[in-house]
């Protein structure tokens, strides 16, 4: 199992659609395994195969909070559907979301509170998952990145700009620009 390095935004591969996975073989559990060490790494509650530069329908999550089981798997091939969004502005708080393709920043999103997800596991099995909260806000946010869409192509103008002038600043949004975690101090 390895670590691999993370693609920040601006690199083609998560900004293009990915391609549906026909198979799973040994490559497969492979960069599965690694996926799993990566988001673990970064540290992150996901982590989409685009992120590492395979563009494959493939994401990890990994979520705990203090009275819950550890949540944690895999999905290949998922199919995500949504309730309505509840209309207004995102809490500045309660609502930041952050993102290991644009890593150390958080800015607020409106994501619907309540996602069914149907998928495959790692052994070709149906997966069926119904949640809400943060684990909805996951769900949407990994199954954004199959479509080539970063959480801050959903921002408001004004936070676009200043996701902007951070990109522009930091050398980020051109090809080829990744980080390694553990190695780089940086984190979503
Ligand atoms: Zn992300």
């Given at each position: 199992?390895?670590?691999?390095?993370?693609?920040?935004?601006?690199?083609?591969?998560?900004?293009?659609?990915?391609?549906?996975?026909?198979?799973?073989?040994?490559?497969?559990?492979?960069?599965?395994?690694?996926?799993?060490?990566?988001?673990?790494?970064?540290?992150?509650?996901?982590?989409?195969?685009?992120?590492?530069?395979?563009?494959?329908?493939?994401?990890?999550?990994?979520?705990?909070?203090?009275?819950?089981?550890?949540?944690?798997?895999?999905?290949?091939?998922?199919?995500?559907?949504m309730a309505p969004l509840e209309p207004g502005e995102p809490d500045p708080d309660l609502e930041a979301e952050g993102c290991l393709s644009f890593p150390?920043?958080?800015?607020?999103?409106?994501?619907?509170?309540?996602?069914?997800?149907?998928?495959?596991?790692?052994?070709?099995?149906?997966?069926?998952?119904?949640?809400?909260?943060?684990?909805?806000?996951?769900?949407?946010?990994?199954?954004?990145?199959?479509?080539?869409?970063?959480?801050?192509?959903?921002?408001?103008?004004?936070?676009?700009?200043?996701?902007?002038?951070?990109?522009?600043?930091?050398?980020?949004?051109?090809?080829?620009?990744?980080?390694?975690?553990?190695?780089?101090?940086?984190?979503g």
């Amino acid at each position: 199992m390895a670590v691999l390095p993370i693609r920040i935004m601006g690199d083609p591969v998560l900004h293009s659609p990915a391609a549906v996975v026909e198979e799973i073989d040994d490559d497969i559990r492979r960069l599965v395994a690694d996926m799993f060490e990566t988001m673990d790494a970064a540290p992150g509650v996901g982590l989409a195969a685009p992120q590492v530069g395979v563009p494959l329908r493939i994401y990890t999550y990994a979520y705990v909070d203090d009275d819950d089981e550890p949540w944690r798997g895999v999905l290949i091939n998922p199919v995500l559907w949504m309730a309505p969004l509840e209309p207004g502005e995102p809490d500045p708080d309660l609502e930041a979301e952050g993102c290991l393709s644009f890593p150390g920043e958080r800015f607020p999103l409106r994501r619907s509170e309540r996602v069914l997800v149907t998928a495959t596991d790692l052994d070709g099995a149906d997966v069926r998952i119904e949640v809400d909260g943060w684990r909805a806000r996951i769900m949407q946010h990994e199954f954004d990145h199959l479509d080539g869409i970063l959480y801050v192509d959903r921002l408001s103008d004004r936070d676009w700009k200043t996701v902007q002038k951070i990109a522009k600043k930091r050398g980020w949004g051109r090809a080829g620009v990744s980080w390694m975690p553990g190695v780089d101090d940086l984190e979503g």
